[in-house]
């Protein structure tokens, strides 16, 4: 193992982190919701679109991107695109004020997108850097360093930005701007901490100089290649459909907390800020403890018992009838949704064969997006229509158990070479 890979490796995942806290979770999705959209009824709505839009796009784009890393070699290159377009729209976020629901929306949207394909290419280096018997333990670290840059970036925010009487750069309270620059905290510390991962993670693969036409083309045969195989890889198969459905529940969280928290228990930003935090550290502890547990049960239980502390964290949320209750649904979340993430990386890296690694997480982030759309538009529809964010709330159990029960059917072991 190379231990300044591994180490840049960990570092993307507390740079990107930021993005999701603050932009996806926290801050930017609750400001959306209070100051952008017309309510907060129709901006829940809003909001779940674009995160439904989110999950299609990527879900279409991942696998055929993946398998053109595999054989054009450019898996680092698109790293650096994606991340960087990312960057780059987040400071964006800061422009959109009362009333501009498309322009923040389309924004997020690409955001969003150029955020999750930078995950396939990142991802995909894990089974690369770290043997078979850390894998759990190193996805662990990444799960966990990025839930402390996130926790990190958000202190930032709050200390500079969202509480104090006069925020940094002078920034108008009373215009939103003070929340809105945000995504600037967001834009430099995604900069900074990915910036080890663009200079130092290695292609093991050297670039191709193929023409694009020959390298879309060969990137098409051997999905279909792929799928021509299906039976050989029919335990990955199994794996990927059980997080298709699990996956769509922690979308719908991390898109929508925030949102529930400030909607029905009346949350300000500051105390979103703190739940947000105490969320983090949680999340972050249980990824990093969990990491080790993978590598000594596996993958497939630690998926199973994060699982289980899920749905019995969206049964507290729903039915909570104090402030106090929520947070101990958030802590319950942070502990086992760091855990599930980690493990459902690395039992990946298990079960992918190694000449197709880029093309097997692109199907990767596929399952974890070709029904995504699924929790956050069903969630905006319930809450539309029963005018109750606790009944969009309550279909997040339902994926998470119809998860667990496929989950049952998968069998570790090593990879399938072909």
């Known amino acids: 193992m190379n231990r300044k890979e591994i180490w840049s490796w960990c570092f993307y995942d507390f740079g990107n982190s ?8 926290f801050i930017y999705s609750t400001y959306f919701t209070k100051a952008i959209a017309a309510n907060e009824i129709d901006g829940t709505y809003l909001w779940s679109q674009a995160i439904a839009i989110t999950a299609v796009v990527v879900a279409l784009l991942s696998p055929l991107l993946g398998a053109v890393a595999d054989q054009g070699g450019y898996r680092k290159i698109f790293l650096a695109l994606a991340t960087y377009i990312c960057i780059g729209t987040t400071v964006l976020l800061f422009f959109p004020q009362k009333g501009e629901v498309l322009f923040a929306l389309a924004l997020v949207v690409i955001a969003n997108v150029a955020f999750e394909l930078g995950g396939v290419f ?3 280096y894990l089974p690369e850097i770290v043997t078979r018997e850390k894998i759990g333990r190193i996805s662990g670290y990444g799960w966990g360093f990025g839930y402390l840059g996130g926790l990190l970036a958000m202190l930032l925010a709050m200390v500079g930005f969202v509480s104090p009487d006069v925020p940094w750069f002078g920034l108008n309270p009373e215009t939103g701007a003070h929340i809105r620059g945000t995504n600037f905290v967001v834009a430099i510390w995604f900069f900074i901490f990915t910036l080890p991962a663009i200079l130092f993670l290695k292609n093991k693969k050297k670039e191709t100089k193929l023409i694009i036409g020959h390298l879309v083309l060969n990137s098409f045969r051997q999905i279909k290649e792929t799928f021509h195989d299906i039976k050989i890889y029919k335990n990955t198969v199994r794996f990927l459909v059980s997080r298709l459905i699990y996956n769509d529940g922690l979308v719908t969280i991390f898109a929508f ?3 529930y928290a400030s909607g029905t228990f009346g949350f300000t ?5 703190m ?3 105490v969320l983090n550290i949680a999340a972050g502890l249980g990824a990093f403890l969990m990491g080790f547990i993978d590598d000594l049960i596996g993958g497939k239980l630690t998926i199973q018992i994060s699982l289980i502390g899920l749905m019995l964290a969206v049964i507290i949320a729903v039915f909570a009838n104090s402030k106090f209750l929520f947070w101990v649904s958030g802590i319950v979340v942070g502990l086992f949704a760091g855990p599930n993430q980690s493990a459902s990386r690395s039992l990946m890296g298990r079960l992918t064969p190694p ?3 880029n093309e097997f997480y692109g199907f990767f982030a596929f399952s974890g997006k070709l029904t995504s ?8 529809i319930f809450t539309k229509y029963f005018a109750s964010q606790r009944f969009g709330v309550a279909i997040v159990f339902i994926f998470f ?3 667990f029960l496929l989950l049952r059917g998968v069998h570790e072991r090593e990879p399938v070479s072909v």
């Open 401 to 403: 158990f119809v998860g």
């Open 269 to 273: 930003f500051n105390e979103i800020m």
């Open 122 to 124: 990142y991802n995909a």
């Open 275 to 277: 739940f947000g935090i």
């Open 18 to 25: 930021a993005f999701t806290t603050l932009v996806i979770t």
């Open 355 to 357: 000449t197709k690694i």
């Open 257 to 259: 907390g925030a949102i």
């Open 373 to 380: 759309f699924l929790g956050p538009m069903l969630l905006g």
